[in-house]
């Protein structure tokens, strides 16, 4: 059984930062790419950021020069550094991560900006 535990959101004012991790733990043998989606309220889930095990990322033209993702694959985590963020950057932040050909989600964190 795999397990993401999500940490590192809270309430901040535009502008500001946040860092959310997300810890992999349980039956992973090898992880290929972990995600960073978020999902406010009455709108879809999108996905936010990426990165394979290669460190490859892939960032949202929304967040693009504000967030970066970084992992480390020897603890199983990754993480989201979130600079200069906007109100519309507020919304319940899911780490996502696949391995051996299945997915895995975090519980979510919430992200909340405002002044």
């Known amino acids: 059984q795999v397990q993401l535990v999500e940490s590192g959101g809270g309430l901040v004012q535009p502008g500001g930062s946040l860092r959310l991790s997300c810890a992999a733990s349980?039956?992973?043998?090898?992880?290929?790419?972990m995600r960073w989606y978020r999902q406010a309220p009455g709108k879809e889930r999108e996905l936010v950021a990426s990165i394979t095990s290669g460190g490859s990322t892939y960032y949202a033209d929304s967040v693009k020069g504000r967030f970066t993702i970084s992992r480390d694959n020897a603890k199983s985590t990754v993480n989201l550094q979130m600079n200069s963020l906007k109100p519309e950057d507020a919304a319940v932040y899911y780490c996502n991560i696949d391995s051996m050909g299945y997915f895995y989600w975090g519980q979510g964190t919430q992200v909340t900006v405002s002044s």
């Open positions: 349980g039956s992973i043998f090898s992880i290929n790419v």
